[in-house]
């Protein structure tokens, strides 16, 4: 969709998904931390809980890209340098295919090892018509962890990047993707 020229703000649609992405993105990183800190049972039910939460993420993705698609984006502030709007822009695509990659790569390697993901004990999404071969799932499964780690650092740089612009470029920066606050 093209940007438009008038408004500086994401739409309240666009708010509500970076938002709630934004926090379950987090959460789950700290489940699956955490999971291996504990181990046994608990490490089994912290997972369980990490599977449910990255399949509502890709759902949730995949529904913010439509309204993405559909929705006219804000535009970038005038002071951004030509290498600020191509980072800007590029950092969104990489954001767009980990959110959706990382957590359809898990639901493909638990699929391998025949395991369907249970949604909180509300239902249940079976596992993936792809064969057996719980090694390819062990090899997914590490890619997904490093991707993990790289949406995490990603993430970092985002919101120091956001930081920036709102305190020292003083161009509005966090506040295009809030209600509130002077853009």
């Known amino acids: 969709m093209e940007v438009s020229s008038v408004k500086k703000r994401y739409s309240a649609g666009a708010m509500f998904f970076h938002w709630l992405i934004a926090a379950l993105v987090i959460a789950n990183w700290y489940l699956a931390e955490r999971a291996h800190d504990v181990g046994g049972a608990a490490a089994g039910e912290l997972f369980g809980y990490h599977k449910a939460i990255g399949i509502s993420i890709l759902a949730l993705t995949l529904a913010r890209l439509a309204l993405r698609l559909t929705t006219p984006l804000p535009r970038l502030p005038q002071n951004y340098a030509s290498w ?46 792809v064969g057996a071969n719980k090694e390819l799932g062990g090899q997914i499964f590490e890619l997904h962890a490093t991707g993990g780690s790289f949406l995490m650092i990603l993430v970092i740089l985002h919101v120091l990047g956001a930081l920036k612009h709102t305190f020292f470029d003083r161009d509005g920066g966090i506040f295009r993707m809030l209600p509130f606050g002077r853009v």
């Open 84 to 129: 600020e709007r191509i980072l800007a822009r590029t950092t969104h695509v990489v954001f767009y295919i980990l959110l959706i990659a990382l957590p359809l790569g898990a639901w493909i390697a638990n699929s391998l090892g025949g395991k369907a993901i249970d949604m909180f004990g509300l239902f249940t999404i079976p596992a993936l018509p």
